[in-house]
């Protein structure tokens, strides 16, 4: 058994058994191995952004973790935007990469590169197999490592692949133990959660399923402020999902937000930041004086860590958690609105389905409305590199076939990674896309003001908006084998998100606002 | 004046007017002062392997470079593929990069990225802005470095941009006279270059105008034969262009190609060596025995290196250089083959095309065609990233605007940067873009046979075919705003071009194989 073959029974054992992949010659026997083995399911995407992008997806939505294949530095380096996508949303994913046959590296060949040196950039761990007798067990040390949330890649040299595994398959162990907070501090945030001003502010898996409902238990003893990030990777909404207050984007309106808090204890995330710097304001939102209180970082045991703070505050079977009520307006008539766009989606949206959002500046109108709706997963863009949501609904699907996905992305967002379009036809998943067409990066309108910039000029227009020529959605779906639908009126998305959910496979609309 | 302003100024005073950019938030003072200066001209693309790809392009066709504009971390990893292709070929790039006020950095704001270690692991030269006062100095010097030939990059931290410059711009020095080799080497080489068996391998500036006429004359003087690489940065080709032999992809034949010959002299292109590795085959092509004279790398003085090269040889005016002589064939009728894109695509060109390259395995068919038709020049892919033409081909059209563009790619590889047809509509560049539609990754199929697997089963044909379902290249086109038809027969090929030719702005193919 060459090492190839022992690294794709070694995913098996270990019950990794998605792939995402866009492979090329130095890849070759690790493809041929994949191609003895069915079990695996090798998914192709036309871009390494979508390979990676989908990994994270299907990581969000899975609670286990896929493979991806990528072709030496380059497609390393087409896939990582959406890596650092994923590590921001604590998303694990296990990276093949190949590399030239370790003899070969002395001739810096066309496609050699800085490998080590690209995939340390954003990887946590990195092993490179040079040696066909580690393969197996790289790749079983990698699986771990991914399922503790962390972004893996080996290494994988072709003589390596090709050579005698001599080992055989290996089997991933279990991720360690995460970290867990003191006790004495958990009973300590307990005790300061129940006092005036204090906010706990949550992430990870604390923000669906029963990492939610203890968070919601928690807020409901101690009385305090129960709050999300505004990208959260994963969070339960719509009806009957525990009522999360959302941080919000701007800088001013957090300020605003966590005016007069006093402490906020952070579980499974960073203290709060604005998403970028701007002249004369501060970093960061919360007032003078505010405690944070970091119990549980992101990359430790948030599920133990809120099991052990509901303890401590005393929760018991009597708290009412305070829910989300579902209030879906009627559909209106005339041009479609962001606000319109949330109405239709409001609407249509079943109970289950995954909802990934890109939307950007039109998502102030949108989510309002899709909250309050039938329950739901969202799933957001958590690093800010744009090009996250098609790829992640690719993931969300194969993670969750049974599970309508509905992908909402503004256009400057979507032409990203628009080949993720072909994935989604080619293995007829079911996935909504709606494209908020607003012509532009609009939000480069918005924060070019905000940083005391004068009106854009030729060149500034030149660089934010996307017309002149416009895009044509419809044509680019067609294009990548997905049936479209333009809309412009609020009446017409709903017949169109009607159309899409009588169709099987992708159905893209492109809702002009 | 800002630091961005005073950076601006640097770029323009030191001659660097063109900017492709794909901005953000952090680059809003960047953008303002861009805003002011209409001298430079800013170009949109919708990902940044268009904005490095034409920076590319630009680069090897106007002898000059242009700058980019990228957006943090993911910004910079989405340009990353692109990059490695320009450093392979020696081109220039000046890239400016945002990243977060320096006060910010500490708060790990969800762009923030190991910006430094993906920028550092494909640029020659980085250098991070952390005041204000040293942005236009590094802007001037990264020009001078990128004047050399290599990847320069200034990280330019939000805070220095919006910052007082004080010393206002600078102006970039020419670029460090490059590495010449000692004349007594350059003696021998000529002296070598006359023995039986010996070949000079040539690249760089020594592939057109003044370098190939050099090259040209010292093989005529000396006897041996004159070698380019396969894939050639920019080579000069068709009628009256100097007779050079290219060295085959496949390592076999490339080992055929080479066999009896007993020394190659290399100026400004590294020792041949297989693009990939095989089990039981050599890395490298040259027969045993045969001396590898590597008289001038490829970031060595070139130009020098042949004229003094051709003095040694004794050149004068009287040598009669081997030049390709012009023999187009007629179009023929029928089935489209890529025989077939070579005779319509040979009798479409007109003197002084440029013709970017990323056929792969149909250009086996096309290029013997093409390659004796009108006098043109030719860019290939330099790093094995697919993903270069489309947007080298911008960048081409950019520097000459003039000349009719070529951009003739598989479909597979046009895929990866398929937002650049939309620059090419929005600038209204003159490209002609021919798809070679053959549906699938075609290359993979042979190399997983010249590897020794097996047939491809499921799995395989997953990863390798893009078909199931067909993309539809017309429908590509629209939805970025590019006219386009499909072609599947060789008089419809011709028939295309032809109205190609007439149409102003880009034009797409879709020639079905």
Known sequence: MNGAEALVKTMLASDVSVCFANPGTSEMHFVAALDTH??????????????????????????????????????????WANLHNARKGHSGIVNIVGDHAGYHLKHDAPLQADLDGVAGSISHWVRRATDSTMVASAGAEAIRVARGGEIATVILQADCAWGDSQTGPAKAQPPAQKHRPDKDRVMAAAKALSEPGAALLVSGPGLYGEGAELAGKIAARTGCRLLAPFFAPRIALGEGAVAFESLPYNADLTAEFLAGQTRIVLVGEDPPVNFFAYPGKPSTPEPAGCALDRLCYGDWDVLWTLEMLADAAGVDSSETIARIGRHVPDIETGALTAEGIGRGLANAIPEGAIIVNEAVTA??????????AAAHDRINNTGGSIGQCLPNALGAAVACPDRPVFAVSGDGSAMYQV???????????????????????????FELEAQGAPKPGRNAS????????????????????????????????????????????????????
Not at 43 to 67: H, K, P, Q
């Open 38 to 79: 069915p079990d695996m399911r090798c998914i192709l995407c036309l871009f390494e952004g979508g390979v990676t992008g989908a990994a994270d997806g299907y990581a969000r939505m899975s609670g286990n973790v896929a493979g991806t294949l990528l072709h030496l530095g380059p497609g390393f380096g087409n896939g």
């Open 462 to 513: 030149a660089m934010f908006d996307i017309e002149n020529p416009l895009l044509d959605w419809v044509a680019l779906a067609a294009g990548h084998g997905v049936q479209g639908v333009q809309v412009d009126s609020e009446e017409g998305l709903a017949e169109a998100l009607k159309t899409a959910s009588n169709t099987k496979g992708p159905f893209l609309i492109e809702a002009v606002i």
């Open 419 to 445: 080949q993720s379009l072909w994935t989604a036809a080619r293995e007829e998943l079911d996935i909504t896309v709606v494209i908020v067409a607003n012509r532009g990066y609009q939000i480069l309108h």
């Open 363 to 372: 998502g102030a109108g949108i989510w309002p409305f899709v909250n309050v």
